[in-house]
């Protein structure tokens, strides 16, 4: 079930323009007083303390973080306000569209290293997504993270590396799920392809000194060939004087057949005779004329011979100037070749060191993360052991408290149910009092009453006996 909904207010004050899924979360626009701003909803594994949102808000100064100006809790999950950056794009985007040279993704890895740093030194410690959906391009082409978690405590965790960030931009392709080496499909240059592979599973130091390595190697690879070729124009250029050349084999033919034409038209014409029998100065003539075409012919061959020869003595030479421009190329390429693997064994040990200082730091660093570790957990166990005692405490002076203001209220309802006690007993006796100083009064008064009527009865018979002695002695 999404968190935000589009059209809906967050907190009656942020209207919620834009959402979408973002690891384990959402990404929303919204716009407040005008204005609008980023909404950024993720998950947690436990509570945040407040101290969590304290390093959330100290992050606000980083140029490579996007900022938080807010964080709401919420039930298992943080709202992040954030403010609006109009990014041109974020690096999934970019490089998924292909085109993106090798140095400038270097430069991208490498402007992001210091975010590692910065944020596991926090008291929590915390992380980032090291995915390009993660990261945003600025108008200027600036880089900024997105999400930043705190270690143990947000969702999701961090298991993305150096190595698969590395993979995903050369390759465009993004994983959702990482890997722990190239897969063998994988079609990288050997030096790119082994500088990768060491970035799996490494920290930002580590990875930072392997890409120093890597360029330092492939630049000085792209020199040593540039010299290699500027050598060989050179050699081509700066032979030997110039020597005459010689006519090839069937241009020295065309030259013999030329010769032996020109020769022949020398020659007078044999004149023609009559048939009849051969006389002693004709045999003379054809043995003279046998004898300059023997000659004619032995002539030509000794100039092909020689033109041969020098024809050959023309191929040794450039055979053996080939060969001593390549005793020289060979001798210049073993030059450079020791020269460079000084300077390799020199960058290989120093990059020996270099290695075992970062994984000497890297320890001392994990010893000392550890330590800190350690002791922040002792101090978070007295700290709780002391809240604990602190909240004991607490609950016995509580207890006694209540004890006390229980036996303290008994002891009122005794006290007050005694002194009830006594003020019923006190108005029972002074109601049996009255009672008996109302009967007392009532006996006094029914003993006055009959008194009063006996007294009257006896005036009464008084008076009838004094008329009665009137009427006897009145008859």
Known sequence: MSFFTVGERYRDQYQIETVEPFFQGEWATATVGGEKVYLQHTQLQKPAPPRAIQQYLSLKNHPLILPYTQVFSEERSLVFIRPYVAYRERLNE?????????????????????????????????????HP???????????????CGVDGRTLPDPVIDWGNLLYMLFTGHMLDEPIKKLPPETNFPKPLGR??????????RYVSSQLETYLKRRDSKGVLDHLLRRSGVKKEASSAPPMQVEPSSSEAVKKQDQTQSESQADIPPVPSYHPDPPSHSSS????RLEQARKAKLEAEQRERERLKRQEESGETKEQAQEEAEH??????????????EREAAKRAEAERRTQEEAERQARLERERLERKAAEQAEAERR??????????????????????????????????????????????????EREHLERKAEEQAEAERRAQEEAERQARLEAEQMEREHLERKA
Not at 195 to 204: D, L, Y
Not at 327 to 337: D, G, T
Not at 391 to 413: G, T
């Open 383 to 432: 700290a709780q052991e002391e809240a604990e005692r602190q909240a004991r405490l607490e609950a016995e002076q509580m207890e006694r408290e209540h004890l006390e203001r229980k036996a303290a209220e008994q002891a009122e309802a005794e006290r007050r149910t005694q002194e009830e006690a006594e003020r019923q007993a006190r108005l029972e006796a002074e109601q049996m």
């Open 327 to 340: 005793q020289a190329r060979l001798k210049a390429e073993q030059i450079v070749r020791k020269r460079l």
């Open 284 to 287: 003379v003539l054809q043995q």
């Open 195 to 204: 500088f990768i592979q060491r970035s799996f599973n490494r920290p930002s």
């Open 133 to 147: 959906s993660n990261i945003g391009m600025t108008e200027e082409g600036q880089l900024q993270i997105l999400f």
């Open 94 to 130: 970019t490089v998924a569209r292909g085109g993106v040279d090798e140095d400038t993704i270097l430069e991208w890895v490498r402007t992001l290293f210091p975010v590692e740093d910065v944020l596991k030194e926090k008291p929590l410690r915390m992380y980032t997504l090291l």
